[in-house]
């Protein structure tokens, strides 16, 4: 957190913001390079969408929590999703049978393998809706933000809005 406050950061945690800042040039040196356009898919389209609004320096700055922050969250939101989907019978039985549509079965050697199509993955609702439900409540990562209106005063309007559906 000390790093992010932009209060002294070399002075107050030196070896923090030294690697940071490491970390930083290098996704710079690769940018430049046009590196991303070997990365994967997700990569090319964050990195395509971020070169709209921001500099290379401030994408490069973005990359480095960026990747930590997906690090963070894989193991625990596999986790919760397995749990979600498993403490519930019906759910358990509906992605069941969403993912034994989207498999494969072949038996190589004595041995049964089978093969999930990955690209098929995400067009199943209810596990796409286990993950982010998993994602919304379960993270773990803190994202700083900023407030961009005088957020009481808000509130309070919000609350003498009458909601029409």
Request: net charge neutral; hydrophobic share 45%.
């Amino acid at each position: 957190m000390m790093l992010m406050s932009g209060f002294l950061p070399g002075l107050l945690t030196p070896k923090g913001y030294a690697g940071r800042e490491k970390i930083i040039e290098i996704f710079q040196r690769d940018f430049a390079a046009k590196d991303t356009e070997t990365a994967s898919i997700l990569t090319k389209a964050r990195h395509k969408v971020l070169q709209r609004y921001f500099s290379a320096e401030d994408i490069a700055s973005h990359e480095c929590v960026n990747g930590l922050a997906i690090l963070l969250n894989s193991v625990p939101i596999a986790f919760w999703t397995i749990y979600h989907i498993s403490s519930d019978q019906e759910v358990l039985k509906i992605v069941r049978h969403h993912v034994e549509t989207i498999t494969t079965v072949e038996e190589k050697g004595g041995k049964i393998f089978r093969a999930i199509d990955l690209a098929r993955l995400e067009a199943l609702p209810i596990l796409a809706s286990v993950v982010q439900e998993s994602l919304r409540f379960r993270t773990t990562g803190v994202e700083p933000r900023m407030a961009m209106e005088n957020v009481m005063q808000a509130t309070v309007i919000s609350q003498r809005t009458p909601v029409t559906s």
